[in-house]
């Protein structure tokens, strides 16, 4: 297939990539969801997760992305993120210490854990890592 | 008067401060460039978010639902300083601490609290008896996202939980590089900018979730943005701002090392003039006897 999809992600810390590409996978906050040539217009809450871009027939992109959103119109996909990065740029062991850190303080006892940070933090470390093992 | 060494003295002091104040003047420079960058990366994000949340405000009819839009009479306010962590940069801190201050004297009636971004904040206001609910000092040195993500994580739980009815952010604007305005910005309940509300034309959207749940996820990452873009402006403006006083300590030390040096050398032709005239005196004494 022809590569017809304008693709845009954008993060706080500036485009993070910008192609003409064949089709994405976008993890929407009611569940994945794939978006190729002609797609209705749409906007999508997108959760933490991953995001595939198919670059050509046989070449696949994988990004490990924060929440936002993402909107489809006129064969333009703008996925605008708190974070993307792709899964060969990940730092795995920075991951790791992450997920351990989060799970600490999410076992610990005391009253000041702040719950929700420390579980986003955990799902942040750990999509890192699934991302980087899907390569 | 001062005696030549003492006069030769402070020329060394002098020059050797202006070095430093040259110095700081480069490395403030140079943080200004940094931080500008970050803030031109930082705006694709910004206006893309905003233009989306505008687009649903305007198309939503029930955004009164919406927990952080929601406008409660004025009890509790909670004004947001945002300074620095060093000075040296002029006015930059004693601005925002006299408007802040100005903010307090007007919410005087109701109860007000503080949130201190920036060590100048806290201990001026801490010794002041001025209630600081919390203060997130010492980072502008490794300033990260992660920052403004927990500043705006705080703020937004304060609001939820009602413990505040407004929250106001007082913070520098970066104009350019000599230039800083102050400005006060109210935070929460958030309001969508008026300018925002573009074409309501758009109906035939998909929208997943529905347009509010998709509010409620977008607009605390629109007001992580907003606390991330202060935070860099500040830090900017801070910047600017320290360059500004530096180069200006600096043209001061070279005009006060000017005027001393004349007087170092009128000292010294003094001296000599008074030796020269002692001597004649003393040979004048001399032959007379």
Not at chain 2, 55 to 73: C, D, F, G, V, Y
Not at chain 2, 74 to 100: A, K, P, Y
Not at chain 2, 110 to 134: D, T
Not at chain 2, 270 to 278: H, L, P, Q
Request: glycine share 4%; charged share 30%.
């Amino acid at each position: 297939m022809a590569a017809e999809l304008e693709i845009e992600i954008v993060t706080p810390f500036g485009k993070t990539y910008e192609k003409t590409i064949v089709s994405c996978t976008v993890p929407g906050a009611l569940g994945q969801f794939q978006v190729l040539k002609d797609h209705a217009d749409m906007l999508s809450a997108v959760d933490i997760g991953q995001v595939r871009l198919q670059e050509g027939d046989t070449t696949e992109k994988v990004l490990a992305t924060g929440g936002g959103f993402c909107e489809v119109k006129n064969n333009k996909v703008r996925l605008i993120v708190e974070s993307a990065e792709f899964a060969e740029a990940i730092d795995v062991e920075r991951a790791k210490k992450a997920k351990e850190r989060a799970e600490k303080r999410l076992a610990s006892e005391e009253d000041d854990v702040d719950i929700v940070r420390a579980k986003s933090a955990l799902l942040r470390a750990l999509n890192r890592l699934k991302t980087a093992q899907a390569l | 008067m001062a005696t030549l060494r003492e006069i030769r003295k402070r020329i060394g002091s002098i020059k050797s401060t202006q070095q430093i104040t040259k110095a700081m003047k480069m490395v403030a420079a140079a943080k200004l460039r940094k931080a500008q960058e970050n803030i031109v990366a930082l705006r694709p994000y910004a206006y893309r978010m905003r233009d989306v949340i505008g687009h649903l405000t305007a198309l939503s009819e029930k955004t009164s639902e919406i927990p952080l839009m929601q406008h409660r009479p004025v009890e509790q306010v909670l004004i947001v300083s945002v300074t620095s962590d060093r000075g040296l940069c002029g006015g930059f801190n004693s601005n925002i601490i006299r408007q802040t201050s100005h903010r307090i004297e007007e919410y005087k009636e109701k109860e007000v609290e503080l949130y201190a971004v920036g060590r100048k904040a806290q201990e001026f206001f801490s010794r002041r008896n001025v209630p600081i609910k919390q203060d997130r000092i010492n980072f502008f040195n490794h300033l990260a996202f992660e920052h403004a993500v927990q500043i705006s994580k705080d703020l937004i739980s304060y609001f939820t939980s009602g413990a505040y009815d407004r929250i106001e952010i007082v913070y520098n604007e970066f104009k350019s590089a000599v230039q800083q305005n102050v400005i006060v910005e109210p935070f929460l309940p958030f309001v969508p900018d008026p300018e925002m509300a573009e074409d309501k034309t758009q109906v035939d959207f998909i929208y997943e979730p529905d347009k509010e749940t998709i509010l409620n996820v977008l607009i605390p990452k629109h007001l992580n943005t907003q606390i991330w873009r202060i935070l860099l402006e500040s830090y900017a403006a801070e910047q600017g701002a320290r360059m500004t006083a530096m180069e200006n300590a600096t043209e001061n030390a070279e005009e006060l090392v000017d005027n001393l040096t004349i007087y170092y050398n009128r000292t010294r032709q003094a001296a000599i003039t008074k030796e020269i005239a002692e001597i004649v005196g003393g040979a004048e004494a001399l032959k007379e006897s």
